[in-house]
């Protein structure tokens, strides 16, 4: 099993639409969560980080349920700029080390 | 402000060369590591380290060593590249400092081709 394992995609929408991508994550000890985005060909960017309490960021939302070990990311009024490819990422305790998941590839169409 | 440098963009390779992928950041981080993403794979780790001196292995550490002589350099060496190490090769870094909440900064990729 994988350590992060996101929804495959990809996910066609239209302007305007609501999208939300999940994330499982597998280390019960991992503290701490974030969302990357990822534009073809280019270096992953942070997103935005993910808090226990939820968080929002403009149209972007993240949500952590621990007891699942399940990330979300929701995306609100979505614009033709967001199409990317976003990835969910866990850092692992003890070690240091940064998992990213195989991301999920948004495409938004007008 | 530099951030996080990566050289050279783009490598082309014959199978048995050897090369080394350099990192550089000025931002003081303590943490930097290596990956390499491939088509459906994501970005997948290959070493870490979190300090000069210190360096570990990651998800896929085989055919690839490193080194931390200084906290700004973190070259990637492929003593006998195989085609199976084609690939884009990214360096990260971060402060260590509240390690497990702050963000990877990333160089612009290598990428490399092992014919």
């Known amino acids: 099993r994988k350590e992060v394992e996101q929804d495959p995609g990809p996910f066609n929408v239209p302007e305007g639409a609501t999208v939300a991508f999940n994330c499982t994550y597998s280390n019960s000890a991992s503290q701490s969560f974030f969302w990357y985005r990822q534009d073809c060909r280019k270096e992953p960017k942070l997103l935005m980080s993910?808090?226990?309490s939820g968080n929002e960021d403009g149209r972007f939302t993240a949500q952590l349920n621990r007891a699942s070990q399940y990330i979300s990311l929701l995306i609100r009024d979505s614009k033709l700029s967001d199409s990317a490819t976003y990835l969910c990422?866990?850092?692992?305790?003890?070690?240091?080390?940064?998992?990213f998941g195989a991301g999920t590839r948004l495409f938004v169409k007008a | 402000n530099a951030g996080v440098t990566q050289t050279p963009k783009f490598q082309v390779l014959k199978t048995g060369q050897s090369m080394t992928l350099q990192c550089a950041q000025d931002?003081?981080?303590?943490?930097m590591s290596w990956y390499r993403q491939d088509p459906g794979m994501g970005l997948r780790l290959i070493h870490y380290s979190v300090g000069a001196g210190i360096t570990d292995q990651g998800e896929v550490p085989n055919g690839y060593n490193v080194s931390r002589s200084t906290t700004e350099d973190f070259p990637l060496r492929l003593l006998s590249a195989a085609p199976s190490q084609t690939s884009v090769y990214f360096c990260a870094s971060r402060t260590r400092q509240s390690a497990y909440n702050s963000p990877l900064h990333f160089g612009n990729g290598t990428r490399l081709t092992v014919t």
């Open positions: 993910v808090y226990s």
């Open positions: 990422v866990v850092n692992i305790p003890g070690g240091f080390k940064t998992i």
């Open positions: 931002m003081n981080h303590e943490y």
